[in-house]
């Protein structure tokens, strides 16, 4: 079992491009999330989705937009990449049937955007 | 001022120490604190949870939680070079999606 699986793992974008961050998990766990870091910020949440076809805003959703299709993925779209949203990206997820669980990490996508 | 707060360090001790890291949160209604352990380039995993107020013990680890302060604390006995990490604290609501992390203190155990 893979567990939390990002793609792609590394990218570079110019100011302006667009792009998807994917990421796929084969736990059957409903919560999904994405979060950022940045050196000395620590992980900030960017969105989340409790199950298939909701999501909902954290911390630092501008910029962003997210797409929860079915229960397996979760993906992270940049419509207009700026230099700030160069960061470390990492989607989580947790089992939202049982209060208040751990969760899981992917290994993260580091994205440079010049 | 932000819900969690944790010093980001960088904190070094030499091995064998015992080390300890710290965060204060704001929040009263959190119920649920973890820790998470990242090495570098890794995602976090998770080091020890616990409920409420009180100790929890595994192996060379302890957390502490101190509610009416509004405190965390983890331990960690018999430091080892493998323990050099970024530790996060993180903490949630009870039946709340959202975990909300500290920034992570980078630890370095010196030989």
């Known amino acids: 079992n893979a567990g939390v699986t990002q793609t792609p793992k590394f990218q570079v974008l110019k100011t302006g491009q667009s792009m998807t961050l994917q990421c796929a998990q084969d736990?059957?766990?409903?919560?999904m999330y994405w979060y950022r870091q940045d050196p000395g910020m620590g992980l900030r949440l960017i969105y989340y989705?409790?199950?298939?076809?909701?999501?909902d805003k954290g911390e630092v959703p501008n910029g962003y937009n997210v797409s929860r299709l079915n229960k397996r993925e979760f993906s992270l779209r940049l419509e207009s990449a700026a230099p700030s949203q160069t960061s470390v990206y990492f989607c989580?997820?947790?089992?939202?049937?049982?209060?208040?669980?751990?969760?899981?990490f992917g290994q993260g996508t580091r994205l440079t955007v010049v | 001022q932000k819900e969690v707060e944790q010093d980001p360090g960088p904190l070094s001790v030499p091995e064998g120490a015992i080390v300890s890291l710290n965060c204060t949160y704001s929040?009263?209604?959190?119920?649920?604190f973890m820790w998470y352990r990242q090495y570098s380039r890794k995602g976090p995993e998770l080091l020890m949870y616990t409920y409420s107020s009180g100790n929890k013990e595994d192996g060379r680890f302890t957390a502490q939680v101190d509610k009416s302060s509004k405190y965390i604390s983890l331990f960690i006995r018999d430091s080892q070079p493998s323990d050099s990490a970024t530790y996060l604290c993180?903490?949630?609501?009870?039946?709340?999606?959202?975990?909300?992390f500290g920034k992570g203190t980078r630890l370095h155990i010196l030989p």
């Open positions: 989705s409790a199950s298939e076809g909701t999501t």
């Open positions: 929040n009263s209604a959190f119920q649920y």
């Open positions: 736990m059957n766990h409903n919560s």
């Open positions: 989580a997820n947790r089992n939202g049937d049982i209060p208040n669980t751990e969760a899981f």
């Open positions: 993180a903490m949630s609501k009870y039946r709340d999606d959202k975990i909300i």
